[in-house]
Nanobody
Framework: QVQLVESGGGLVQAGGSLRLSCAAS????????MGWYRQAPGKQRELVAS???????NYAEFVKGRFTISRANAKNTVYLQMNSLKPEDTAVYYC?????????WGQGTQVTVSS
């Protein structure tokens, strides 16, 4: 089992920035993919960004140039730096951990962007 603890959500004005963090613990192995998904009210959950161990970042088109995903492998932690936030970025953001075919999810953190 893997446990994920997220932090860093909140309320910000349009154009502002937030940084999300997600720390993984438990049965952690060297190779994994960590990422962020989001779900807005009435919408399906969608991929925001992901990063595999030793790999290149993968971003959804709607965040390219604004969000940056990074990992601190020694801390089993993934970060999402969100800049130039827009009201349409408002959603619950979920950390995701993929390891050997098993998915794990964090509890979600609310990000609200006011106009």
């Amino acid at each position: 089992q893997v446990q994920l603890v997220e932090s860093g959500g909140g309320l910000v004005q349009a154009g502002g920035s937030l940084r999300l963090s997600c720390a993984a613990s438990g049965s952690i192995f060297r190779s994994s993919t960590m990422g962020w998904y989001r779900q807005a009210p009435g919408k399906q959950r969608e991929l925001v960004a992901s990063l595999a161990t030793g790999g290149s970042p993968n971003y959804a088109e709607f965040v390219k140039g604004r969000f940056t995903i990074s990992r601190a492998n020694a801390k089993n932690t993934v970060y999402l730096q969100m800049n130039s936030l827009k009201p349409e970025d408002t959603a619950v953001y979920y950390c995701n951990y993929l390891q050997y075919g098993s998915y794990y999810w964090g509890q979600g953190t609310q990000v609200t962007v006011s106009s």
